[in-house]
């Protein structure tokens, strides 16, 4: 995982979730920390499952982001309380696995893995344009509704 944090390619795909995944963020962030430490605390993954998916079905068509019963609490003495919550996004041609921080401050995230049916190199040249491609057919936005891609340039 180190490999792909330092790798500009990795954090270019990082940018492009991040900008995507701000709505998402944005909604969960509207959940108490405490009501996340609690689901956390107590093995509570159903209740964290529905959170996440009333927070994405809001802006993501069905099924292209669920909650992968992955969360996590970091109470360090002198931080600020953050739970961490994995996501997968799942398309038609990548997938993706990410972490989400998320602080009372901000949120982040964390790009895990991504795969493809796609050879690597061929993943590794255009997985920006397809992630771009995929978020558009899935996301709703004011005056949008997932619809077909646009046409590949």
């Known amino acids: 995982m180190?490999?792909?944090l330092t790798d500009p390619h990795h954090m270019a795909l990082e940018q492009v979730l991040a900008r995507h995944l701000r709505p998402l963020l944005d909604e969960l962030r509207l959940t108490d920390l405490a009501t996340f430490a609690d689901h956390v605390i107590n093995g509570r993954e159903a209740n964290m499952a529905e959170i996440v998916a009333a927070a994405a079905e809001l802006h993501f068509a069905p099924g292209f982001i669920h909650y992968d019963r992955d969360s996590g609490l970091s109470l360090d003495w002198g931080e600020r309380?953050?739970?961490s919550l994995g996501v997968s996004i799942a398309?038609?041609?990548f997938e993706a696995r990410v972490?989400?921080?998320i602080r009372d401050d901000h949120a982040a995230i964390e790009l895990q893995h991504l795969g493809s049916g796609a050879p690597a190199v061929r993943l590794h040249k255009a997985s920006r344009a397809t992630m771009e491609?995929?978020?558009h057919c899935n996301s709703f936005s004011p005056g949008h509704t997932p619809g077909p891609p646009?046409?590949?340039?």
Do not use: D, E, G, W
């Open 2 to 4: 180190t490999a792909m």
């Open 81 to 83: 309380p953050s739970v």
């Open 91 to 93: 398309a038609a041609r």
């Open 99 to 101: 972490r989400l921080i």
């Open 133 to 135: 491609r995929a978020f």
């Open 150 to 153: 646009p046409a590949l340039s």
